[in-house]
Nanobody, 128 residues
């Protein structure tokens, strides 16, 4: 069964960058899953922001992060990366990655209901 671990969060100034990683752990593999990234700020609902299909050829980014965030996957390294540039205070949240073992072929979703495996999250704080 897929197990996911996020890393790379931290404190960064506005305009700065971070790279988050989502790695499969415990001998599991994420190659057969679409992967999504979600975030949840204090007092707000969880928000889907990006996803990548199993092959990595299809990437989706929501309007709130498009042009600033980049998503990629390296199945050989069993890891998905979320590169975050031009960070804003409103990007402050706990960031989660999740795996969808039955995605529509060739596609991915930012609807949390599509995902059956979740990591524990990593905190991103954007503040001066």
């Amino acid at each position: 069964q897929l197990q996911l671990v996020e890393s790379g969060g931290g404190l960064v100034q506005p305009g700065g960058s971070l790279r988050l990683s989502c790695a499969a752990s415990g001998g599991s593999t994420l190659a057969n899953h679409a992967i999504g990234w979600f975030r949840q700020a204090p007092g707000r609902e969880r928000e889907g922001i990006s996803c990548v299909n199993k092959s990595g050829q299809k990437v989706f980014l929501t309007d709130s992060v498009r042009g600033r965030f980049t998503l990629s996957r390296d199945n050989a390294q069993n890891t998905v990366y979320l590169e975050m540039d031009s960070l804003k205070p409103e990007d402050t949240a706990v960031y989660y990655c999740a795996g969808d073992r039955n995605p529509i072929p060739g596609f991915c979703s930012v609807d949390s209901r599509a995902y059956d495996t979740w990591g524990r999250g990593t905190q991103v704080t954007v503040s001066s």
